[in-house]
């Protein structure tokens, strides 16, 4: 009670924002268009929910699945198998949120941390993947925890800390393989160690015996993956999004160059410009005071940043969300650093400052939260999220349709595609079709190829039987009808692909 009594405005802040956070998170979450990996994810979630020995299906595609075990009692309240999912994301970005405000206040002072959770609650780099049902929310609450862990267990070498850190680093690789970089990153931390200190080389020794300990918990963690087929995947898979070192060989700087074009397209637009000339200063304002946790928190954010750019062959801002947080923590450092030696009136102080960081970010959040497709996102992510055949429209009221469908019979829908978008975001919505006792009542979806596969079209003369496709990638074919058409959101020029709803004739070919 004396702490709560002795922070009370500190605490009371933290809550008003933490208030702010779910108020602009929670509304709205299934406004956006279904994305691919969330089709999958939820899917995957479902399918291991219902199967007991599919627990590790994910594996099956080289990825983790920790996102998808906590995903599936959630099941149990959500009626919306996505809205579940975009939810889990948002506790998961919420547990980031305290991370950043307990690294700011711990590390640097409290109105660091108070400006960390402001920073992260209205960025909208973080506000737009923490509405989704994708993994990397949860790594990056993993990978913020594991700073805060590891630089207290540089400050004061106990055996309790040294675990928990093992189980923060086991954790985010049970999330996604990428957590490798927090390993990668740990020695940063040293940096803070006082190299002065004449019983250095006995404190040395004690934190690196307490490494020992973290790396044996997390990779003992990371072992429970063995139990379950497939966990060969993990490392074959990494071809497939790595360059080698070999390939490399002959032009070092590719891809390392396009992708820092990458990050100058996504910056201004998912960071915006103040926050990045606030990172910018605080960056050379760690250099300059010489600030060694500030520099440490440099180094763990860029770290895995660095390597993405020169390894990876796709690049996407899903994949750098976990080098953020620790970004905006120092520009908070680098904001209280900067009202602290202003001679003015702190009120208004506050007040100018927050209106030039966060006038843009909370227009763009806004505008997230109402009209999303009119965000002026980087182009990658608009065609990935909004436009192309990765997006998913209409999908719970074809879901809709079909199920009254079946309350006469089965029906079958083929979609195009067997793997993602399609069927994957129309089987989340009939999932309890997939387990019917009824068999005369069921929901049967079949994947085909374009043009319609024979198996959908011999369907059509057992049962009613639909199609779904993109517009983009489906020329249209005799003996069907067109139901329904979902646009997705514009594209370049005058260019607009749309979900489209078809019946399948019987009789055709």
Sequence with gaps: MKVLAKHKFTLLFFLSISFIYFVIRLPNLTLQPIFADEAIYVRWAQIMRAEPTLRFLPLSDGKTP??????????????????????????????????????????????????????????????????????????TAFSIWSLVFALLLIRWR????????????????????????????LPATLLIFDWKDKARQKK?????????????????????????????????????????????????????IPHLRDLADWFPKLITVPVILLILFSVGLAFLVRNRYALAVLIWSITPLL??????????????LSSIPPLLVLSAFGVDFLIERVRMKKIFLYLATSVFLFLIPVKIDLTLLTAPEN?????????????????????????????????????????????????????????????????DHQVVVLGSKIPISDDVREQAGIHPTFFVANNSRFEGEEKIELIAKYPKAKGPGLSQDAILFYRVLPGGE
């Design 66 to 139: 920790l996102f998808m075990w906590v995903l599936m009692p959630f099941f149990k309240f959500f009626s919306d198998p996505l809205l579940a999912g975009r939810f889990l994301s948002v506790i998961s970005g919420f547990a980031s949120l305290i991370g950043v405000f307990v690294l700011g206040w711990i590390f640097f002072n409290r109105r660091v941390g108070l400006w960390s959770a402001a920073l992260l609650t209205l960025t909208p780099f973080t506000f737009f993947f923490d509405r989704m049902a994708l993994v990397d929310s949860m790594l």
């Design 158 to 185: 106990r055996l309790d800390l040294a675990m928990i850190l093992g189980y923060f680093l086991g954790g985010g690789l049970l999330t996604k393989t990428p957590a490798m970089f927090n390993l990668i990153a």
């Design 204 to 256: 040395l020794l004690q934190i690196i015996g307490l490494w020992v300990v973290a790396i044996i918990i997390t990779f003992t963690v990371y072992s429970i993956l063995k139990l379950g087929p497939g966990f060969d995947n993990l490392s074959s898979r990494n071809q497939d999004y790595i360059f080698s070192p070999l390939e490399l060989v002959g032009r070092p700087l590719d891809p390392f």
């Design 307 to 320: 390597i993405e750019m020169a390894f990876l062959k796709t690049f996407t801002a899903r994949y750098i």
């Design 375 to 439: 965000v002026d996102l980087p182009r990658s992510e608009r065609s990935g999220y909004f436009e192309a055949w990765t997006a998913g429209y209409g999908f719970p009221e074809i879901a809709n349709f079909l199920i009254d469908e079946a309350k006469n019979g089965t029906v079958v829908v083929g979609t195009e595609g067997f793997f993602g978008t399609l069927p994957d975001g129309l089987m989340i919505y009939l999932d309890s079709y997939d387990h019917l006792a009824d068999k």
